[in-house]
């Protein structure tokens, strides 16, 4: 079992920078494929990026592509998410989230484990 935290949300001007982290719990976390979603306000969870159990593969919504960077320490037990050239639209609830298996998922209900989330408002 896995549990996870976020941290590093925040509010910031459009075109800023914001890098979040996740923090993993267990001696299991390298077995795992990690993921970031996002759900802004009156809409579903959506996809945004994903990595495999060694940080060598990766894999992005096209909206974020080329602007987030998703990377993971495996001798910390913990994923990042850098985020640049951020839109107002990016604007939402990130979370992590873990599942065994395939990393280049994009279906919510195939995670198993999931964060409490982290607020991240962009401004225009």
């Known amino acids: 079992q896995v549990q996870l935290v976020e941290s590093g949300g925040g509010f910031v001007q459009a075109g800023g920078s914001l890098r979040l982290s996740c923090s993993a719990s267990g001696r299991t976390f390298r077995t795992y494929a990690m993921a970031w979603f996002r759900q802004a306000p009156g809409k579903e969870r959506e996809f945004a990026a994903s990595i495999n159990t060694s940080g060598g593969g990766t894999y992005y919504q096209d909206s974020v592509k080329g602007r987030f960077t998703i990377s993971r320490d495996n001798t910390k037990n913990m994923v990042y998410l850098q985020m640049n050239g951020l839109k107002p639209e990016d604007t939402a609830v990130y979370y992590c989230?873990?599942?065994?298996?395939?990393?280049?998922?994009?279906?919510?209900?195939?995670?198993?484990?999931w964060g409490q989330g982290a607020q991240v408002t962009v401004s225009s």
């Open positions: 989230a873990a599942r065994r298996g395939s990393y280049s998922v994009t279906a919510s209900r195939d995670y198993d484990y």
